[in-house]
């Protein structure tokens, strides 16, 4: 069984969608294919949704824009004049919904978290019937599929970055999948999003088809699953950043989910989540390139001569700074701040503390709703606290990291030399990743420096 995942930078224009769906019909076997929303829908949407809030009548103009911008591929991808006319159909009674959502928006002047997600959630819908429709064209049956009614459900109500039910998906999904694969049926089915226990939609955070097809590769027990990209997979450094950096052919889980935490944006960070504990196989690959082996993400944990085997970086994180005298011997204190933080929904990435200073990584858009947070705290043990919001991290990930001595000395030694001011440290945050803190203005040189320390000279093979 094979779970195939494609879409956003897959499926720019007719041209994407034709070279995804010979994709599918070249191969042989159980199937099922994941999509995400065709390239920029989903903020399409979200704007969409900004819109309506301020007024009325821009839900018929962006009605007209997301109806367009499908109804225009499917009039490029299907030849037949009468499957055309179908799909528009399709696509017509599909996005209904969605304009009563937007006019709900418009009307009430609000937009709760959950009907949010709903919105967004259409442009995994539409993709799916365009996919099922090209693919029935080329004589292979298909059938898309809505995540929320096939039992893709989360495990509580939380509207984004929702986590999968995984034991009752796996009860469900299957019974509905698998008289469709017994007849051949390719199913088409929505990432990004479940529903609630209480019927809501959730989606699984930006990114979160691939955890999505991630869930439904655990739930059938695939023994493979391919994440089909725009480009060769992971790299030893971000290659808009590097234009030297490599592939790097093969990453264990713990090693491809470090990254993805630490800013690769390539891969929705919890995507290998499910599949730890399964054997399924992680392939990483490229729709332009498919000949190009991409990336393997496997169980089994592979350490390489020279350890570090990416440089990422991630200028989304602010850092939030609670000055005290006592703060390191306070007790209950990390736990009063944690509390505090989640309560306002703002996600804690990192803390490390001393005697007099507690350190917080957040998210650069939670950061000024953290200060707030903690702006009444506890006033004895804290005496005041900043905000830097113009820093960057950069990660460095291997197997073997934590038990190979040397590593952080060349690492530091190699920024050092370019004059980058570190920050902070976290070396051995894990067993295979360490972190430090730079000003923004000093990623790239940073990165470029570690990367050269690793990857000019010797080889990392
Ligand atoms: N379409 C969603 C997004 O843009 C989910 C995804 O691409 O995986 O974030
Ligand atoms: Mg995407």
Request: aromatic share 6%; hydrophobic share 45%; charged share 25%.
């Given at each position: 069984?094979?779970?195939?995942?494609?879409?956003?930078?897959?499926?720019?224009?007719?041209?994407?969608?034709?070279?995804?769906?010979?994709?599918?019909?070249?191969?042989?076997?159980?199937?099922?294919?994941?999509?995400?929303?065709?390239?920029?829908?989903?903020?399409?949407?979200?704007?969409?949704?900004?819109?309506?809030?301020?007024s009325?009548?821009?839900?018929?103009?962006?009605?007209?824009?997301?109806?367009?911008?499908?109804?225009?591929?499917?009039?490029?991808?299907?030849?037949?004049?009468?499957?055309?006319?179908?799909?528009?159909?399709?696509?017509?009674?599909?996005?209904?919904?969605?304009?009563?959502?937007?006019?709900?928006?418009?009307?009430?002047?609000?937009?709760?978290?959950?009907?949010?997600?709903?919105?967004?959630?259409?442009?995994?819908?539409?993709?799916?019937?365009?996919?099922?429709?090209?693919?029935?064209?080329?004589?292979t049956?298909?059938?898309?599929?809505?995540?929320?009614?096939?039992?893709?459900?989360?495990?509580?109500?939380?509207?984004?970055?929702?986590?999968?039910?995984?034991?009752?998906?796996?009860?469900?999904?299957p019974?509905?999948?698998?008289?469709?694969?017994?007849?051949?049926?390719?199913?088409?089915?929505?990432?990004?999003?479940?529903?609630?226990?209480a019927?809501?939609?959730?989606?699984?955070?930006?990114?979160?088809s691939?955890?999505?097809?991630?869930?439904?590769?655990?739930?059938?027990?695939?023994?493979?699953?391919?994440?089909?990209?725009?480009?060769?997979?992971?790299?030893?450094?971000?290659?808009?950043?590097?234009?030297?950096?490599?592939?790097?052919?093969?990453?264990?889980?713990?090693?491809?989910?470090?990254?993805?935490?630490?800013?690769?944006?390539?891969?929705?960070?919890?995507?290998?989540?499910?599949?730890?504990?399964?054997?399924?196989?992680?392939?990483?690959?490229?729709?332009?390139?498919?000949?190009?082996?991409?990336?393997?993400?496997?169980?089994?944990?592979?350490?390489?001569?020279?350890?570090?085997?990416?440089?990422?970086?991630?200028?989304?994180?602010?850092?939030?700074?609670?000055?005290?005298?006592?703060?390191?011997?306070?007790?209950?204190?990390?736990?009063?701040?944690?509390?505090?933080?989640?309560?306002?929904?703002?996600?804690?990435?990192?803390?490390?503390?001393?005697?007099?200073?507690?350190?917080?990584?957040?998210?650069?858009?939670?950061?000024?709703?953290?200060?707030?947070?903690?702006?009444?705290?506890?006033?004895?043990?804290?005496?005041?606290?900043?905000?830097?919001?113009?820093?960057?991290l950069?990660?460095?990930?291997g197997?073997?990291?934590?038990?190979?001595?040397?590593?952080?000395?060349?690492?530091f030694?190699?920024?050092s030399?370019?004059?980058?001011?570190?920050?902070?440290?976290?070396?051995?945050?894990?067993?295979?990743?360490?972190?430090?803190?730079?000003?923004?203005?000093?990623?790239?040189?940073?990165?470029?420096?570690?990367?050269?320390?690793?990857?000019?000279?010797?080889?990392?093979?």
């Amino acid at each position: 069984m094979k779970v195939m995942k494609l879409g956003g930078g897959c499926f720019r224009d007719a041209d994407h969608f034709r070279r995804s769906a010979s994709l599918i019909t070249g191969r042989r076997g159980r199937m099922l294919v994941v999509v995400s929303a065709v390239y920029g829908v989903t903020d399409l949407l979200y704007r969409a949704i900004d819109s309506a809030l301020v007024s009325e009548q821009q839900v018929p103009r962006s009605m007209l824009e997301i109806r367009t911008r499908h109804i225009s591929l499917a009039d490029e991808l299907l030849a037949v004049a009468k499957s055309k006319q179908c799909l528009s159909h399709e696509i017509d009674k599909k996005v209904e919904p969605l304009e009563r959502l937007l006019f709900g928006i418009a009307y009430t002047g609000e937009a709760s978290a959950s009907v949010r997600a709903h919105v967004v959630s259409y442009g995994e819908r539409l993709a799916a019937i365009l996919m099922a429709a090209l693919l029935r064209e080329q004589g292979t049956d298909a059938q898309a599929l809505d995540a929320d009614a096939v039992g893709v459900v989360t495990i509580d109500e939380l509207s984004d970055n929702a986590t999968a039910d995984l034991a009752t998906i796996r009860r469900v999904l299957p019974s509905i999948i698998n008289p469709l694969l017994d007849r051949k049926t390719v199913p088409v089915v929505t990432g990004y999003f479940g529903r609630t226990p209480a019927g809501r939609i959730a989606t699984f955070g930006r990114n979160g088809s691939d955890y999505a097809a991630s869930v439904l590769a655990y739930a059938l027990e695939a023994d493979t699953l391919e994440i089909w990209k725009d480009v060769n997979g992971f790299m030893s450094a971000d290659p808009k950043l590097l234009p030297g950096a490599q592939p790097t052919g093969r990453l264990s889980f713990y090693e491809a989910a470090e990254l993805s935490y630490f800013g690769a944006k390539i891969l929705h960070p919890r995507t290998v989540e499910p599949l730890v504990g399964m054997t399924t196989a992680i392939y990483m690959r490229n729709l332009f390139d498919p000949a190009s082996p991409g990336t393997e993400i496997t169980v089994q944990a592979e350490v390489r001569n020279d350890v570090i085997k990416s440089v990422t970086s991630n200028e989304d994180i602010a850092l939030l700074r609670i000055h005290g005298p006592g703060v390191g011997f306070k007790s209950g204190i990390i736990g009063a701040i944690g509390d505090r933080l989640a309560s306002n929904g703002v996600n804690i990435f990192s803390v490390l503390t001393s005697q007099t200073c507690i350190n917080l990584l957040v998210d650069k858009e939670d950061a000024a709703r953290g200060l707030n947070a903690l702006a009444d705290l506890d006033g004895d043990a804290i005496e005041r606290v900043d905000l830097e919001d113009d820093v960057a991290l950069v990660a460095v990930v291997g197997e073997g990291l934590r038990h190979t001595q040397g590593i952080a000395a060349r690492v530091f030694s190699a920024v050092s030399r370019e004059q980058v001011n570190v920050h902070m440290i976290a070396s051995g945050a894990s067993e295979i990743a360490s972190y430090f803190v730079v000003s923004r203005a000093d990623t790239e040189k940073a990165v470029r420096s570690v990367h050269r320390e690793f990857f000019d000279n010797v080889g990392n093979g």
